[in-house]
Structures are given as structure tokens and as C-alpha cells.
């Protein structure tokens, strides 16, 4: 069984920084998309960035517009990471970060599958509070 656990989150001001982890467990395939996505009020969840574990090219990819601003990065374990600088107040949302087994020639594919609504197993998301 599948099991993705994040922390990380909070408050903080315009063009302060945060970090989010998040760690998967029980995946038995070797390589495995992981991602974050966020949900603003009212609104469907949105990818936001993903990663290809286990990949010779983990081929980080990111929303527009969080690009300069957000890094996704991996240890040598099933945990990634996403850090988050120069926050804006329209990055307040329900930050969920999530992992799906995938057999990917290119892992840019993984921002593809979270796109397409296609990941499976999620963590229990945190809140992003960004005050101006």
C-alpha cells in the first residue's frame, strides 16, 4: 500500500520563502513520478511541479508560474522536496503533494500525468498562507 506523507507549509510574508517535504512509501516500481499540486478555493487541484524518481534524467517541470520561483529536488530516498521563494499572495493555496508509478521514456511526462488528473496516491496536504 501506498503511503505519501508531507510537511512543511505555514504563513508567510510577500517574497518569503518556504519549504515542503514529502515522502513516499511502499512503491515497488523502480522509477515513479512524484509531484506537488496546489488547490485554490473553489477551484480543481493543479499540478504544480514534478520530478521522475528513479530515473537517469529526473526531468524536473514546473507551472509557469511558479518557474524561477519553485525548486522540486529528490534525496537518495522516495523523499522530494519543494522549495519555494519570492512567495506571492496568489500562491495562498492547499499545497498536496503526490506519487504515481510510470514507465516513462521522457519524465516530463510525469507533469503530463498530473495534468491529466492521472496520479492515484496523495498525502493529506498543507495550507500556504502568503500575506501581502
Known amino acids: 500500500q501506498v503511503q505519501v506523507t508531507q510537511s512543511g507549509g505555514g504563513s508567510v510574508q510577500a517574497g518569503g520563502s518556504l519549504i515542503l517535504s514529502c515522502a513516499a512509501s511502499?512503491?515497488?516500481?523502480?522509477?515513479?513520478?512524484m509531484g506537488w499540486f496546489r488547490q485554490f478555493p473553489g477551484r480543481r487541484r493543479d499540478v504544480v511541479s514534478t520530478i521522475y524518481i528513479g530515473a537517469a534524467r529526473p526531468s524536473p517541470t514546473y507551472t509557469d508560474s511558479v518557474k524561477g520561483r519553485f525548486t522540486i529536488s529528490q534525496d537518495d530516498a522516495n523523499t522530494v522536496y519543494l522549495q519555494m521563494n519570492n512567495l506571492k499572495p496568489e500562491d495562498t493555496a492547499m499545497y498536496y503533494c503526490?506519487?504515481?508509478?510510470?514507465?516513462?521514456?521522457?519524465?516530463?511526462?510525469?507533469?503530463?500525468?498530473?495534468?491529466?488528473?492521472?496520479?492515484?496516491?496523495w498525502g493529506q496536504g498543507t495550507q500556504v498562507t502568503v500575506s501581502s
Open positions: 511502499g512503491i515497488t516500481d523502480s522509477r515513479f513520478c
Open positions: 503526490a506519487a504515481q508509478a510510470a514507465d516513462f521514456q521522457d519524465g516530463g511526462n510525469c507533469f503530463r500525468l498530473g495534468a491529466a488528473g492521472k496520479f492515484r496516491n
